[in-house]
């Protein structure tokens, strides 16, 4: 087994054997994979909502909703969907090269890109928590004035 001995700060090392690498290389397909078809959805969404925002501004205005609005919506997420996918396909890109060419460096902005990714879900994960509070303590008030009023 071929090993990689990679030097931390600490003065430690880590050694990359055969097997990790072969992990690290399947980890890095398979992340490109999902990459790629996150870009592929995303171009999809951008599609959809400029379809909503230019293409039902000329149906009638007296429509329930305005299409235009949901238009903005899709073309939010889908900017905000780009984050991840992105951290995703750096990860995966530099983890191959890492492997293929057994680069420190490399190893060490792919696992950094690979943070970004888990620090970006983290957060993401606690803004939509603190959203949700809001719209249920929202809908609980709005469901005691609708109440209140009847009464």
Not at 4 to 25: D, F, G, H, R
Not at 60 to 74: E, Q, R, T
Not at 77 to 96: C, E, H
Request: charged fraction near 10%; aromatic fraction near 16%.
């Amino acid at each position: 087994m071929e090993n990689t001995e990679i030097n931390t700060t600490q003065n430690e090392t880590v050694t990359v054997n055969s097997e990790i690498s072969m992990y690290l290389a399947e980890t890095a397909k398979w992340g490109n994979l999902l990459a790629i078809v996150g870009y592929v959805f995303m171009g999809i969404m951008v599609m959809l909502s400029l379809a909503m925002i230019i293409g039902f501004s000329f149906i009638s205005k007296d429509a329930g909703f305005p299409m235009w609005i949901m238009g903005l919506v899709y073309l939010l997420l889908a900017g905000v969907y780009y984050i991840p996918v992105t951290y995703l396909y750096r990860f995966s890109n530099q983890m191959k090269l890492a492997v293929h060419r057994n680069d420190e460096k490399l190893y060490t902005t792919g696992f950094a890109n690979l943070k970004s990714l888990f620090k970006f879900f983290g957060i993401f994960t606690f803004v939509l928590l603190g959203l949700y509070v809001l719209i249920f303590i929202g809908a609980i008030v709005a469901q005691f004035f609708i109440h209140g009023a009847n009464v």
